[in-house]
């Protein structure tokens, strides 16, 4: 069974700091596909990221980095510099290739809130 | 422009009720989904449909019953609706299954009273 952990439910910070976001998996799937997402408070579910199991290459968009370490089976996920903008619910998820088949499981989501 | 589209997004109604939440999307995806939020904003699938087959059928009770009339669209129809049914329902849609990124409608927040 695959499953998402994000054990932060919650982090406030100042605008302008550093935020890191922990997801940690577990499939026993060898090819599968984790995923970020971000619910800002008008609910919508807006995509980030989409990063496949061979791929363990940083990503960088602008103000958000993602690190994938398959050897710990996680998917942080930076933002710097934070705004207010950036408060919003995000989930990190997971989809594998024996597991029913296009089914994202979700983390609990990790609440981001920034104050001015 | 709108690319996944669900209506109504608000739906209020009384215990016993039947509705219905319909999904739209215009991407040219293959692959559509009903994803349900409950009130601490966990996100879990309930069906997915492929080219109008289904494929994924959660443990979801069978007052729930999806439709789509073609690819592009995916209704979710529900009887006799319980207080526990009240939450975020999010359609979704993707080109294919595992490997493709989904995208989601804005919501359907639906309140049984």
């Known amino acids: 069974a695959q499953k998402v952990t994000q054990a932060q439910t919650e982090i406030s910070v100042v605008e302008k700091e550093d935020v890191t976001l922990d997801c940690v998996y577990e499939?026993?799937?060898?090819?599968?596909?984790l995923f970020w997402y971000k619910q800002p408070p008008s609910g919508e579910l807006v995509f980030l990221i989409r990063?496949?199991?061979?791929?363990?290459q940083n990503e960088i968009s602008g103000r958000y980095s993602w690190n994938f370490q398959k050897s710990t089976s996680s998917f942080n996920f930076t933002i710097t510099a934070s705004q207010v903008v950036d408060s919003a619910v995000y989930f990190c998820a997971l989809s594998g290739l024996t597991d029913s088949w296009g089914k994202l499981q979700f983390g609990a989501g990790t609440q981001v809130v920034v104050t001015p | 422009d709108t690319a996944v589209s669900q209506t109504p997004k608000y739906l209020v109604t009384q215990m016993g009720n039947d509705k219905s939440i319909k999904c739209e999307q215009n991407l040219g995806h293959d692959t559509m989904y009903w994803y349900k939020q409950d009130s601490k904003k966990f996100l879990k699938i309930m069906f997915s449909y492929n080219n109008k087959e289904l494929i994924i059928n959660e443990t979801v009770p069978n007052r729930f019953s999806p439709k789509s009339p073609d690819k592009a669209h995916l209704n979710l129809h529900i009887n006799s609706l319980e207080l526990g049914d009240s939450a975020v329902y999010f359609c979704?849609?993707?080109?294919?299954?595992?490997?493709?990124?989904?995208?989601f409608g804005p919501g359907t927040r639906l309140t049984v009273l």
């Open positions: 979704a849609s993707s080109q294919a299954g595992v490997s493709d990124t989904q995208y």
């Open positions: 499939t026993r799937d060898t090819t599968y596909y």
């Open positions: 990063r496949n199991s061979f791929d363990e």
